[in-house]
């Protein structure tokens, strides 16, 4: 499968919460990090998703805010996934920063370059990426 989304994240089914519109999916990434996903309940029916099922993830770069001070902050955000800063590549206007999770997945943020200055980021720098669960996007193989 070849997909212009930055974030790909192959993973199993954990839970399922299907409601009256929307379903609530987590998917284990493995090594400890989860996923929650937030997709139609039509969606959910139609990809055949249960506990167990073997999942993609797609998640865009311009998608993942980057979090570095949680000092007193709670978000809405269902994924808030914490690691250290593996990598800047700094843009004209945009950078991508990369952070590396405990698990061994990585999550690449397309953030803008102000941010990634006032934000200190830098390799071995911690932070979070924070991702809204619906902007999660689900796939299955055939």
Avoid: Q
């Avoid at 952070?99 to 990585?106: M, R, S």
């Amino acid at each position: 499968m070849k997909v212009s989304a930055r974030n790909v994240f192959s993973g199993t089914v954990s839970a399922y919460r299907p409601g009256n519109v929307n379903a609530e999916v987590e998917v284990d990434l493995g090594g400890g990090e989860r996923l929650v996903a937030v997709i139609t309940l039509d969606s959910a029916e139609s990809l055949g998703i249960a506990p167990g099922k073997s999942v993609v993830a797609l998640v865009k770069a311009p998608w993942v805010m980057v979090l570095t001070d949680e000092t007193g902050v709670r978000l809405s955000a269902r994924n808030c996934l914490r690691g250290t800063v593996d990598s800047v590549t700094p843009g004209s206007v945009n950078g991508e920063v990369v952070i590396a999770l405990p698990g061994g997945a990585k999550v690449a943020a397309v953030i803008t370059r102000e941010a990634i200055a006032d934000l200190g980021l830098k390799p071995g720098a911690p932070a979070t990426a924070v991702i809204k669960a619906s902007h999660v996007v689900l796939g299955v193989t055939t």
